[in-house]
């Protein structure tokens, strides 16, 4: 198979495609929130506060400006800050840890499950401290982190007293489920991202805070608003972090479909996992680990695949050359960031072997909804070419 530079470029998130399907619906709604006025925490944002908390499985829904945001006023209504430390994972967005320093609390970071990718449970206990007052897991990729295990050990903590929140990143998981629960329920307070590419996303910044607690639910409130409940009366230093109605309109649109959207990249993942099975076989490529559990469901934020270190860059430029895009999500683990050594939370490299392997390892292949089959065809056809050819060549003469 040759790309010939005619076939159009498969993009690893194509938000035109689906702009199409929604535009007849968006348009005129967002034209009714324009001629009404009313920009924010109005009507829209109410509703879709709602819908998204029954989504979840959460009592609560407090719309905000970004993911970032929202993790940030999570933290801050647990009365996170200077002193505190709270335990996260490095193979993550940089704004899980921004959110815990602009909290004034201090990042410790832990390994992760090598088939999950996600927080390792059994490293968490050996690195509480006196001072840690939250676990900050993330669902990477669309997969809930093992809240259950999470759980167990913070009701153990507590019952010696300890005080420590269990807080969900679940900016990359919006519908995924673990122990038949939705994410954003599983913990005490989460926070999910709106960022356009995410599987929810808006068409600008915004984010939702969900929670069961109703009194951290109301600090939340009470902190995207300047620490108001009525206005011009401020009982809180908060900031100003309220989600708009032109943004509530386009995630409520989405929200109708998104269950749907979701069923489709787990299909998507399937045909992906089929077609690469032959060469998961020959150990060219490792595909993405999912718990064998039906009540444990992955929703694909991306579909990332391993490969060996040394190939890496040959196959991520092989599929280039035939108009497939791939990305790295993350090429730098967050404890080896200039960033994270700034703030004191930066480790020596090999601190970290799982996440550190993982990060030279994996590739990001196109997913998205509107993906076609005939288009993870084009992109398991090219990644066939590439890998063969690389192990004709590596495997000695006859
Ligand atoms: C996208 C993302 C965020 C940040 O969300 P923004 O809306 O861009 O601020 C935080 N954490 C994770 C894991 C993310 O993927």
Known sequence: MH??????????????????????ELLPAMDDVLKGMHLNLGPNVQAFEKEFAAFCGAAEGIGVGSGTDALYL???????????????VANTFIATVEAIAMAG???????????TQTMDVAQ???????????LLPVHLFGQAADMGALRDLVAAQRAFGRNLW???????AHGATDGGKGVGALGDIAAFSLYYSKNLG?????????????????????????????RYYHDLIGMNSRLDELQA?????????????????????AAYDARLADLVADGLIEIPYERPDPLHRHVYYTYVVQVAAEAREMLREALSTYGIATGIHYPLPLHL?????VIGCGLPPGSLPVTERLADRILSLPMFPELRDDEIARVCDAIHACLHQKSEIASPLP
């Open 105 to 115: 609390a201090h990042p410790v970071f832990v390994d992760v499950d090598p088939l």
């Open 337 to 341: 960031q200039q960033a994270c050594s």
């Open 202 to 230: 808006a068409y600008g910044e915004a984010g939702i805070v969900t929670t069961n607690n109703p009194e951290l639910a109301d600090r939340v409130r009470m902190l995207r608003d300047h620490g108001s409940r009525e």
């Open 124 to 134: 968490v206990e050996a690195a509480i401290t006196p001072r840690t007052r939250a």
């Open 74 to 88: 999570a933290l801050r209504a647990c009365e996170i800050g200077p002193g505190d430390e709270v335990i996260t």
């Open 3 to 24: 790309y010939n530079g005619t076939e159009p470029t498969i993009q690893l998130v194509d938000l035109q495609r689906q702009y199409e399907t929604l535009r007849d």
């Open 166 to 172: 269990l807080i969900e990143d679940a900016s990359q």
């Open 249 to 269: 309109v386009v995630v409520r649109t989405k929200l109708r479909r998104l269950e749907e959207w979701n069923k489709l990249r787990r299909a998507h993942a």
